[in-house]
């Protein structure tokens, strides 16, 4: 089964893909920003979780032993990104093979996003706790577009932040600015630890 978020307009000839996930028999692998060839994040069956990009010389780094995939109940946020809106061009191109059942395609309009930039969240969650994300200390911040992918019994849930005001990440002249909205929507919690990729 396969999930990608798209561009709801033509960017550069085509809508881009901004999100992908794939869940099948050897566990579920996705990217954001997915502009990076063989950039991605894989949480395998056996609860190993595994990073392979540029930064890892596209070689899988483990990043930590989670439940196996198939005892997940829990609600796990797996990241978050940035990227320009002018760099959406390289991003793959949306084909119509994405389109096709059982496949399942979410788009956004980045017309709607006015930030010269676009941050993803990602976050895994159990359907069982579906009720968990109406609390009211753990609300995005304004102006956040959701959307809710279920695969299987798991919900990958992704929020798309595109204005100055609700940014978890804001470029700077000399680099970024990592904001804190809630213990859900944050880039600087106090005492947590990031681990950041960055490329131009």
Request: proline share 7%.
């Amino acid at each position: 089964m396969r999930a990608v978020i798209a561009s709801r307009e033509s960017i550069g000839g085509a809508p881009r893909k901004i999100a992908w996930f794939a869940l099948h028999g050897k566990g579920l692998y996705f990217d954001i920003i997915a502009s990076l060839c063989g950039s991605h994040t894989s949480y395998h069956v056996d609860g190993n979780v595994f990073r392979t990009s540029p930064a890892t010389d596209l070689r899988p780094r483990f990043q930590g032993k989670y439940l196996p995939l198939s005892a997940f109940r829990g609600w796990h946020q797996f990241g978050f990104g940035m990227v320009s809106k002018e760099q959406l061009t390289n991003s793959p191109p949306l084909k119509e093979k994405d389109r096709k059942p059982p496949n399942i395609v979410e788009t956004i309009s980045t017309n709607d996003l006015p930030a010269d930039s676009i941050n993803l969240v990602v976050e895994l969650l159990h359907r069982d706790l579906r009720h968990e994300l109406s609390r009211p200390e753990i609300q995005p911040p304004e102006h956040a577009i959701l959307r809710c992918i279920a695969l299987g019994e798991l919900l990958v849930i992704v929020t798309v932040l595109g204005h100055e005001s609700n940014l978890l990440i804001r470029p700077t002249d000399n680099g970024f600015q990592a904001n804190h909205f809630n213990d859900r929507y944050s880039a600087n919690r106090p005492g947590a630890t990031y681990n950041f990729e960055a490329y131009q």
